[in-house]
């Protein structure tokens, strides 16, 4: 009974531990001939981490990421809005961490091959879509430098491929390209001192004009600088169209950083920091309408191909990687059937629906732009603009949305319980 996962991302590997650890075959396609640390920061919630932790990752992650500690929104003139703990400090059973995307990629697939051997993960092959035969299902393949065409059978094919999954495609024919609302984003790490101490999270300005940073790094013990993660976004009329969602696209600063001049507070330095970049990557921060069903027969879609949304939250890669262990469960439950993706989907799909749906209404930041609208981002005491109650509301609503509110999660019991495997008849 054998699962073969193609997308050897975030969402794709963390499968791959799954399954190696309940004992179901797979294996692994991946388009890109060597896997390499591509990309920049990104948030990792508690309810992520306390799967990678049952995993035996806890160490690994300590090596390559920071805990975030604290997590507010400021107004675009560095006023302080709201700030909350985060992990540990917020009373979760597990901490929340800040990490390049890259690192925590390579660190994922070096892991899964020490486990299960090199032969799990098979490079340079796109998948480009499947055929359902009988009892199985044929992965359609291309090698990425010959064009040589292959196929490949299993019993269950998940689609890890992102959000221009041919996977995906293949189910919806009709769906056309990811949706664009006008909002460009640009990202890049710089070298930064840190603020509000070590391990803080920061959401500056409002819907049209946004600064996140955040450090990926522990400071320099000579210099004291961290490697600070920041994001610029701006948004423009959708209407003049904009490029390929591609974020790995270099971008020339001065297309976005005259609009952030005048933003240098006392604990950060916007200009500075934006202007201290190595390489900036651009792309138009896109999502797609949530779809009714992500099952077709021995085939669903997980990660971005089930559920892009705006990188809003800091939720992307959390719901990726709970998504690889609601599958390991339901295949623990089922077996390794069409009935265990739907077990899954059932789970899956309403919560990262409301996810979506929420990030297109900005999620937790909806509270700049509110703050931006009644006073223009100028006040003494916030409690004169939003009620300190109606912010800790706000935010507890969003945890709950996404699925790691801290009460629920620590009573939750694991998807997966240690030494569990599937028994095969």
């Not at 961490?97 to 020490?114: C, D, F, N, P, W």
């Amino acid at each position: 009974m054998t699962v073969l996962i193609a997308g050897g991302g975030i969402a794709g590997l963390s499968l791959g531990l799954t399954l190696h650890q309940i004992g179901v075959p797979f294996r692994i396609f991946e388009a890109t001939r060597q896997i390499r640390p591509l990309g920049v920061g990104i948030n990792l919630q508690p309810n992520a981490m306390r799967e990678l932790f049952d995993l035996g990752l806890q160490p690994a992650l300590d090596s390559i990421a920071v805990r975030t500690q604290q997590y507010g929104f400021y107004s675009k003139h560095g006023l302080k809005i709201w700030e909350e703990p985060r992990g540990l400090l917020a009373g979760y059973d597990w901490p929340q961490y800040s990490v390049h995307r890259g690192k925590l990629q390579m660190m994922l697939y070096e892991t899964l091959i020490a486990r299960a051997g090199p032969a799990c993960v098979v490079t340079g092959q796109r998948a480009m879509g499947f055929e359902t035969r009988a009892s199985q299902v044929v992965l359609q393949l291309e090698d990425i430098e010959t064009g040589a065409r292959s196929d490949v059978t299993g019993d269950i094919l998940i689609g890890a491929d992102g959000i221009h999954s041919s996977i995906r495609s293949r189910i919806f024919p009709e769906e056309g390209p990811p949706i664009w609302g006008g909002a460009i984003l640009w990202r890049a790490t710089s070298q930064a001192k840190p603020f509000f101490g070590q391990g803080a999270m920061a959401l500056i300005g409002h819907d049209t004009k946004r600064i996140v940073a955040y450090p990926i790094s522990p400071p320099d013990p000579v210099s004291g600088l961290v490697t600070m993660n920041w994001i610029a976004e701006l948004r423009v009329d959708p209407a003049g169209g904009w490029n390929k969602e591609d974020w790995n696209r270099a971008a020339d600063t001065s297309d976005f950083l005259p609009e952030f001049e005048d933003w240098v507070f006392d604990w950060l330095d916007v200009p500075a920091l934006i202007k201290g970049a190595d390489a900036v990557f651009e792309y138009p921060m896109v999502d797609r309408d949530p779809l009714e069903a992500w099952t077709h027969g021995p085939v669903t879609l997980m990660g971005d191909a089930a559920h892009p949304t705006y990188p809003v939250g800091s939720n992307g890669a959390t719901q990726a990687i709970v998504d690889a262990r609601v599958l390991g469960a339901a295949f623990l439950a089922h077996g390794v059937t069409p009935r265990a993706l739907n077990s899954y989907e059932d789970q899956m799909r309403p919560l990262t629906t409301g996810v979506i749906r929420a990030n297109r209404g900005s999620g937790p930041d909806a509270i700049l732009q509110k703050v931006e609208d009644l006073c223009g981002g100028q006040f003494d005491d916030i409690n004169d603009v939003i009620p300190h109650a109606d912010l800790a509301d706000h935010a507890a609503k969003y945890k709950a949305v996404a699925g790691f509110s801290i009460e629920a999660l620590n009573a939750r019991p694991s998807l997966i319980p240690i030494g569990a495997k599937l028994i095969y008849s």
